[in-house]
């Protein structure tokens, strides 16, 4: 089984801890992983702003760069979220078409290819779970307030078996935190009071880290937490399941 | 240009304690509703039967439309055609001038205010009194409604009582609101018996009948219907339903995604005139054939207007319903409204994270959120987009599409973040304005993973 890491552009040049942690954690759950050298941006930044027309070109290098993978993997909700619903290349359509229905956002790739039963890891700290909206209603990672059907979570699945963790949920479960793309300059004030609100609610649980599967989501709520001085940090879920403290 | 989306937000935002109120107020909706969903074992089968029975309604549509009129007719109820507001608005002020009427009474009907009928009528010398008492208010207050269901939800009991104390002469600082509400049904009551005329507005008009059905929860519609001599009923064409047996289905889906009920407190079957009482209907067009044409859009036009989406909507519950400046707000007045004025309403689709919650919970499965995303890209192919934005997605596009450039910006960009902060951390950055941009590492990913990562881990 060969699986491409993919690594969204911000992460590579902002998180490469979250790179680091998604590799590790694969490697040691045995996966043979390789991360092709000449990947860039899956064309979601272009294309959510009503510039799909100008995401061809990151198109053609996503289809050059991860065809003949048995599994794509990322740790991103949002971006294999783009991927699965927008990639095209009218040259190489079949090898699109795969790469569409083979790419995974981490943690399903976790519970529903690798079948995770146990993890070897620990983190003993109380942690609030961001479930960030691309993953939750796009990809269907967890079950959602507005729908009448049976509950469910992949990520609180996998961080239930990290030792020591307590998870503390939130009041809105599932409220999105208004990162949003450029939405977060574009409609700046909605976006940052969207973020705020979304803090206040895992301060009022007194958690020390908000953890989640999308790192744009968690990087809008560090900016504003570390602006007011908070003591709560943010961790991408990767390095909670990788970690071994 | 006029005030977009993103400025009309940051004015409503600036009130911080207000902005929680409105979010918690609309939250509680919301919450009530998936109270009522859950109710229901059968709710996303009836979401099903609600969207297949509007998909076929809109795939037939010339067909209902024509077998209504037929029956409508047959009612005894005079049935009139108007293309676009204008001639919906003519069409009603006739029929006022025919009868020489003065004192009109209308129900909610966010028909009128998307054809801008009170300001043409008014404009003709004939006032209108609005009587949903939500309305009314905002009328009071020359605003219109906030919200389609709950049109004065922007206001506080405290605006209310001073809004009332100047128009009704209720006592200053009184913020009861029973007594707010008291002062507010003798002022209507007397609308209603002085009123020869009401206008209504059409929930639910059924072909196979050619009858229509009003909800209200305040009686309001019946009062003024009851009571006049000529009732006009305005309705927007895709308001028809083909059979009667349908409203088992939307009477139960309507009430329970606006407010939570299991059913709204009137339900008013209107099918021919009394005797001696004129009744009409005005059918209107105004866009929809447009947005029913356009493929990937016209299912809007299932839309119920229950409002579920404004009320789930946390862009919505932040930035209140004026920052839309449209009639019909939120996600769904979003994709609504480029068909009618592309150009006045471009910045609407970009006013959503894409979070997906809209589609969720309309109860006639409209795609709300993709179809957000498909307006994006039809008004920028329109040309519709700042310049400022076009040239910078130009140059994402050109870096992206370069593996090596992509590198080398980056690495200088980091370089530069470290090197001179105050380059990236000022004023001009809307980012920073609130948040403190992200540290600038000094190793990409690839960069880690050339000499760490392939074969070691």
């Known amino acids: 089984m060969k699986i491409a890491l993919f690594i969204p552009c911000y992460i590579d040049q902002f998180y490469p801890k979250v790179g680091i942690a998604t590799l590790q954690l ?23 702003s009503g510039f799909a027309s100008l995401s061809k070109g990151c198109d053609v290098n996503f289809v050059k760069n991860f065809s003949g993978f048995d599994y794509i993997v990322a740790p991103s909700g949002s971006c294999v979220l783009h991927v699965k619903e927008h990639l095209k290349d009218d040259t190489n359509p079949i090898e699109a078409e795969q790469i569409r229905n083979n790419v995974y956002e981490l943690t399903e790739f976790l519970t529903d290819v690798l079948k995770v039963k146990s993890l070897k890891a620990k983190f003993p700290y109380k942690v609030g779970l961001h479930n960030s909206c691309h993953g939750q209603r796009g990809l269907h990672l967890s079950s959602m307030t507005e729908r009448m059907l049976p509950e469910f979570s992949k990520p609180e699945q996998l961080l239930s078996m990290v030792e020591g963790i307590e998870l503390r949920k939130p009041k809105r479960n599932d409220e999105c935190c208004g990162f949003g793309g450029t939405f977060c300059v574009f409609e700046e004030a909605v976006s940052v009071k969207m973020g705020k609100d979304r803090i206040q609610e895992h301060e009022v649980n007194d958690v020390d880290f908000i953890t989640g599967g999308d790192t744009s989501c968690l990087m809008h709520l560090e900016g504003l937490l570390k602006r007011k001085g908070s003591k709560v940090q943010t961790i991408h879920i990767a390095e909670i399941l990788n970690s071994s403290l | 240009m006029k005030i977009t989306h993103d400025a009309l937000a940051e004015k409503f935002i600036a009130d911080e304690p207000r902005t929680d109120w409105h979010d918690e107020t609309l939250w509680f909706v919301r919450a009530k509703r998936d109270k009522a969903a859950h109710g229901l074992p059968e709710w996303e089968q009836l979401r099903e039967w609600g969207s297949q029975i509007k998909n076929r309604t809109l795939s037939n549509l010339s067909n209902y439309l024509i077998e209504f009129e037929k029956n409508a ?24 001038k025919k009868h020489k009427i003065q004192k009109i009474v209308k129900s909610k009907s966010m028909l009128t205010e998307e054809c801008h009928l009170n300001e043409y009528l008014h404009h003709h ?27 004065a939800i922007h206001l506080k009991k405290e605006d209310v ?8 002469q209720t006592e200053k600082g009184n913020n009861d609101p029973q007594y707010l509400t008291e002062a507010a049904r003798q002022h209507l009551r007397n609308k209603f018996v002085e009123s020869d005329l009401a206008i209504t507005g059409v929930n639910f008009a059924i072909a196979e009948t050619g009858g229509f059905v009003v909800c209200t929860n305040e009686g309001n519609a019946d009062m003024g219907a009851h009571t006049a001599k000529v009732h006009i009923a305005c309705m927007g064409f895709e308001k028809l339903i083909p059979k009667a047996e349908d409203l088992s289905v939307f009477l139960r889906l309507l009430a329970r995604s606006a407010t939570g009920q299991p ?11 009394r005797p001696n009482q004129e009744m009409h209907i005005v059918i209107v067009d105004n866009g929809r054939s447009k947005q029913l044409g356009r493929e990937d859009f016209r299912n809007s036009l299932k839309c119920i207007r229950c409002a579920a989406c404004f009320n789930t909507c946390p862009v919505y519950r932040r930035s209140g319903g004026h920052s839309y400046h449209t009639a019909v707000a939120g996600p769904i007045g979003s994709i609504l409204n480029p068909n009618l004025d592309m150009k006045a309403n471009a910045d609407l689709p970009f006013a959503s994270t894409l979070c997906g919650s809209c589609s969720n919970v309309c109860p006639v499965k409209i795609n709300i959120h993709e179809q957000l995303w498909k307006w994006r890209q039809v008004i920028v192919s329109e040309g519709y987009v700042a310049t400022g934005k076009k040239v910078g997605m130009k140059g994402a596009s050109f870096l992206f599409s370069n593996p090596k450039m992509y590198r080398l910006i980056g690495k200088i960009g980091r370089w530069g973040m470290r090197a001179f902060p105050l380059m990236i951390n000022n004023k001009a950055n809307p980012w920073f ?19 760490n990562g392939k074969n070691k881990s």
């Open chain 2, 73 to 96: 007719l047959a009612n005894g109820i005079k049935v009139h055609w108007a293309s676009d507001a204008k001639e919906h608005n003519e069409i009603v002020h006739e029929i006022i």
């Open chain 2, 161 to 168: 009582s001073a809004t009332f104390h100047e128009h009704l």
């Open chain 2, 125 to 151: 010398g004939i006032e209108v009194v609005d009587t949903d008492l939500g309305e009314r208010i905002v009328q009071f207050r020359k605003e219109p409604p906030s919200h389609i269901v709950l049109p």
């Open chain 2, 433 to 451: 304005k609130q948040r403190e941009m992200p540290e600038a590492p000094k190793e990409s990913f690839r960069d880690w993973y050339l000499k």
């Open chain 2, 263 to 273: 059913i709204t407190t009137y339900s008013s079957h209107f099918h021919k005139p």
């Open chain 1, 26 to 48: 694969l490697k040691k759950l045995g996966c043979d992983v390789e991360f092709p050298l000449e990947q860039t941006c899956c064309g979601q930044p272009m294309a959510n």
